[in-house]
C-alpha cells in the first residue's frame, strides 16, 4: 500500500526479510569472533581467505550503497559514461593480478602503505596511512552512511539524517568490532548474492513497464543516442559536464588504479588469502562481477527515464534509485530489495572501518609500542574501529551540502590520490627514487592539489571536470618523482629484489591458469566497451 504522501509502506513480510537478514549478518559475525583472537584475524581474518570469498568481497565491497544510488543517478541524468568506471576496474584489476599481487603477498604486508615503508622508508608510511584514515573517514564510510541514510528515508521519511547515519553505524560496527575482517568477506559474500538479486529484480521491473515494456527500439527511439555512448569521441574532450573523453582516457585509469591497488580497504582482503593463487583468482572474480553492472544497475538508470517517476522539480541524481524502489516495487518484494540496500551499505561500512582500524593499531599504534601483546593489539583495534564510527557518523550528514554523492566522492580522490599512484607504479617498475624522493612527491603533488583547489574557488582558474584534475596531479607529482630520483640514498638492488617488478609465473595448467582468465576477461571487456563505444 502507499500512504498519502506516495511513500509505499512495508507489509509485514517485508519487515520480516529485513529482520531476519539483520539477525543472520549479525549471529555470522558473532559467530566468527570466537576464532578473532589476534591482531592478524581481526585484520586479516588469519590470511586463510579463498578465492571466492574474496571476488565477492570485493564485488560487495566495491559496489556499495554509495556506487549503487551514485551509478543509477548519474546514468538517469548524463547516461551511460558513468559505466566508464565499472569496465575500467577489470583492466586495473588484470594489471593488480599480474604485477602487484605476487609482491604483496611474498612480502606479508599487513597494510598497503607498509609497502611504502620498505620500498622507500618509514615516513612515507605515515604519510600515506594517515590520508588513507582521512580518506576512508571523510569519502568511504561517511559516504556509505549517507547513502544508506538516503534510502532509509525514501521508505521512511519520518527519520532523521543524523539519528539514521548513527544507527547504521552502530549495526555494522558492532559484528565488524567482534569478527574482523572475517565477519567482514563472509558477511560480503551474503550481501553480494542478495545485493545482485535485488539489482536483477529492479531491472526487471524497469523495463517490463508499460512505458518500455521490453523494447529496446522504444528505449532507443525515445532517448538521445548520445547517452547510450560510454566513449563519445564526438564530444568535447574537455567540456563534457558528465566524463570528457579525455577524462577516461586519463583521469580514471589513475582514480582505478588508487582503489583497485592501493586502497586499503579494498585490497585488504586480497592480503588475507591463502595463497597468491586465491589472491589472483578472487581479484579476476571480482573483475568478472563488475562486467554484469552495466545491465543491472546502470542502464536501468537510464531506461527509468522514461518511466514518469514522481520527483520533486529541484531533485538530485541520489533521489532516483530509491524513486524508483518506492513506486515500482510491488508490495511483498520490496524487504527483499530492502535487505539488498542493507547489504549494500553494510559491505561498505564494515570494509572501511576494519581498513581504517588496521591503519590506525599497524602503522602507527603498534610500530610505536612493538612489545603489544595479540591481546593488546586487538583491543586496540576495536577501539579505532568505534573512533572512526562516531567520527564517520558526524560528518555524515554534511554530505548533504554536496552536488550528487557520486561527484563528491570523485572530487575529493581526483584531488587526494594521484600522488600515492606516482609511487606505487614508480616503486614497482622503476629503480630511481628514495625516501627523499617519495616525500617531495606527495607532499609537492598535494599541495598542488590545493593551489588548484583555491584558485578555482576563487575563480582564478577555469572548474574542469575532476578526471582532468586526477591527471594533472598525477603528471606533476611524476615529474617531481623524476627530478628528485636522485636526492636522498636509494634502496640498495638487494632490498628492492622482491619489492619490484617480478618474472611471470607460469601458473597452473588448463582453466585454473590466471593469465588464461585474464585473457577472457580483457575479451569480454573490450566486448563492451565496442558494443557500447
Known amino acids: 500500500m502507499e500512504n498519502a504522501a506516495g511513500q509505499l509502506n512495508f507489509t509485514t513480510i517485508d519487515t520480516v526479510i529485513v529482520v531476519v537478514y539483520f539477525l543472520a549478518v549479525l549471529a555470522i559475525g558473532l559467530r566468527i569472533s570466537r576464532n578473532t583472537k589476534t591482531g592478524e584475524d581481526l585484520f586479516l581474518a588469519g590470511r586463510n581467505l579463498g578465492w571466492v570469498a574474496i571476488g565477492f568481497s570485493l ?16 546514468a538517469y541524468t548524463g547516461g551511460l ?5 565499472e569496465w575500467m576496474a577489470t583492466v586495473v584489476l588484470v594489471f593488480f593480478v599480474f604485477f602487484y599481487v605476487p609482491i604483496f603477498l611474498n612480502t606479508r604486508i599487513s597494510t598497503i602503505p607498509e609497502y611504502l615503508e620498505k620500498r622507500f622508508g618509514r615516513a612515507s608510511r605515515k604519510y600515506m596511512s594517515g590520508l588513507t584514515i582521512i580518506t576512508n573517514l571523510f569519502v568511504d564510510t561517511a559516504g556509505s552512511l549517507y547513502a544508506g541514510a538516503v ?14 547515519c548513527v544507527g547504521l553505524a552502530l549495526v555494522a560496527g558492532l559484528y565488524t568490532a567482534a569478527g574482523g575482517l572475517a565477519a567482514v568477506v563472509y558477511t560480503d559474500v551474503i550481501q553480494a548474492v542478495v545485493l545482485i538479486a535485488g539489482s536483477i529484480l529492479l531491472t526487471f521491473m524497469v523495463f517490463s513497464h508499460p512505458n518500455v515494456d521490453w523494447s529496446w527500439s522504444t528505449i532507443t527511439g525515445s532517448l538521445d543516442g548520445s547517452l547510450f555512448s560510454m566513449v563519445d569521441p564526438a564530444h568535447h574532450p574537455l567540456d563534457d559536464k558528465n566524463l570528457p573523453w579525455l577524462g577516461t582516457l586519463i583521469g580514471v585509469p589513475i582514480l582505478g588504479f588508487y582503489f583497485w591497488v592501493t586502497n586499503q580497504y579494498i585490497v585488504q582482503r586480497v592480503l588475507g588469502a591463502r595463497s597468491v593463487d586465491d589472491a589472483r583468482w578472487g581479484a579476476l572474480l571480482g573483475g568478472l562481477l563488475k562486467l554484469p553492472v552495466l545491465f543491472i544497475m546502470v542502464l536501468p538508470g537510464l531506461v527509468a527515464r522514461l518511466i514518469d517517476l514522481d520527483l520533486p522539480p529541484d531533485f538530485q541524481s541520489d533521489a532516483i ?5 518506492t513506486q515500482l516495487l510491488p508490495v511483498g518484494v520490496v524487504g527483499l530489495v530492502m535487505a539488498g540496500l542493507i547489504a549494500a551499505i553494510m559491505s561498505s561500512i564494515d570494509s ?21 601483546t595479540d591481546k593488546e593489539v586487538t583491543r586496540v583495534g576495536r577501539i579505532a574501529m568505534g573512533v572512526i564510527m562516531i567520527l564517520a557518523a558526524l560528518w555524515a550528514p554534511q554530505i548533504a551540502k554536496f552536488e550528487g554523492l557520486f561527484a563528491y566522492l570523485q572530487l575529493l580522490l581526483s584531488y587526494l590520490v594521484p600522488p600515492m599512484t606516482v609511487l606505487f607504479i614508480m616503486g614497482v617498475f622503476f629503480k630511481g627514487g628514495s625516501g627523499h624522493t617519495a ?3 606527495m607532499v609537492g603533488g598535494h599541495l598542488l592539489s590545493i593551489g588548484i583547489f583555491v584558485a578555482q574557488r576563487l575563480g582564478w582558474l577555469p572548474e574542469i ?5 586526477a591527471g594533472i596531479v598525477f603528471g606533476a607529482s611524476l615529474l617531481i618523482y623524476l627530478a628528485t630520483r636522485h636526492v636522498g640514498q636509494p634502496r640498495s638492488d638487494a632490498e628492492l629484489q622482491e619489492l619490484m617488478k617480478q618474472p611471470l609465473e607460469p601458473g597452473r595448467p588448463g582453466l585454473a591458469n590466471y593469465k588464461l582468465q585474464a585473457a577472457v576477461l580483457i575479451v569480454l571487456t573490450l566486448t563492451l566497451v565496442v558494443g557500447f563505444f
Open 321 to 325: 534509485f530509491p524513486a524508483l524502489v
Open 59 to 74: 564485488f560487495a565491497s566495491n559496489i556499495s550503497s554509495t556506487t549503487l544510488i551514485g551509478l543509477v543517478g548519474a
Open 151 to 164: 534510502v532509509l528515508i525514501a521508505f521512511f521519511p519520518e527519520l532523521d539524517l543524523f539519528y539514521t
Open 81 to 85: 559514461y558513468v559505466s566508464n568506471y
Open 439 to 441: 616525500m617531495y612527491t
Open 465 to 469: 571536470h575532476f578526471t582532468l584534475i
Open 352 to 372: 572501511t572501518l576494519n581498513s581504517s582500524s588496521a591503519l590506525i593499531t599497524l602503522d602507527f599504534v603498534k610500530p610505536a609500542r612493538p612489545n603489544m
